[in-house]
């Protein structure tokens, strides 16, 4: 967990990158504001769209051919190049490469958990012998009821102390008003996964999420929230790569740091 610099958990991005390039695509692995080798005071993903320009602009200085762009990111990444395209609506940014995007809240973490964690827990035998034998701490039912109180909440509001519009809105109004390439990936075996699920099929914003036009969807068993074993990191490879050979023009790629 936490925020990795460009190299990426399990050289991720570094492989990845090799693997593009191999391709024949140009990519721009890069750090933000306060990460790996880059200056400045860390920021929080809402705030790195000024970081995620200055990169593209980077890569066409260097490149000047390159006309669009993909951005790739995991997790906050992920969340972070789309609040880039719904605030700047960049026309050089032609497809987006979502890894398990994060749109966690008290509550969605909450309705996650009760759902995929303690459902089964209450449908294990030992769970009730160790509950009657007075073996479960008061604290675990006690967490239990209060997650299941945040489950049941509402969804998510819009915030009312600053004005400000939730970040799971920002980019809910941007997945419906890209209207470039996107594919997304969800690993089977990561609650991030689950939760973006569970937060995109039931919230108003991110209404018929899965019918827009361009997208490519795939849940992969098997796979973690990094895509740590080889295999699964093969998989991703490979998909990302026919999907980049389906996007029209051939775009570069732009890495952003994850979490």
């Not at 490519?216 to 490879?237: I, K, L, R």
Request: net charge positive; with cysteine; hydrophobic share 40%.
């Amino acid at each position: 967990g936490g925020p990795q610099y460009r190299v990426g958990s399990h050289r991720q991005f570094v492989l990845l990158s090799r693997a593009l390039a191999g391709a024949g695509y140009p990519v721009l692995r890069f750090d933000y504001r306060g990460m790996g080798d880059s200056t400045g005071t860390q920021r929080d993903f809402e705030v790195i769209s000024a970081d995620i320009a200055a990169a593209i602009d980077t890569l066409q200085q260097r490149l000047p051919a390159v006309k669009q762009v993909a951005l790739w990111g995991l997790c906050d990444g992920a969340s972070a190049a789309l609040l880039y395209c719904g605030a700047t609506r960049d026309p050089r940014v032609c497809g987006l490469c979502l890894l398990n995007p994060w749109v966690r809240s008290q509550a969605s973490l909450a309705r996650t958990q009760v759902r995929h964690y303690y459902r089964q827990r209450l449908m294990q035998k030992e769970f009730w012998l160790k509950l009657l034998r007075g073996r479960v701490a008061k604290s675990a039912v006690s967490g239990l009821i209060q997650k299941i109180r945040l489950a049941s909440a509402a969804p998510d509001k819009h915030r009312i102390d600053t004005g400000q519009t939730a970040f799971q809105h920002r980019m809910a109004a941007a997945w419906h008003r890209f209207d470039g390439h996107l594919l997304l990936l969800l690993s089977a075996d990561d609650y991030t996964a689950k939760e973006f699920a569970e937060y995109a099929g039931s919230d108003p914003s991110w209404k018929n999420y899965q019918n827009r036009t361009g997208l490519v969807c795939h849940e992969m068993a098997g796979a973690d929230h990094t895509f740590s074993n080889s295999a699964m990191q093969a998989a991703a490879q490979e998909l990302v790569l026919n999907w980049l050979a389906q996007c029209k023009p051939n775009p570069s790629v732009a890495y952003i740091s994850d979490p």
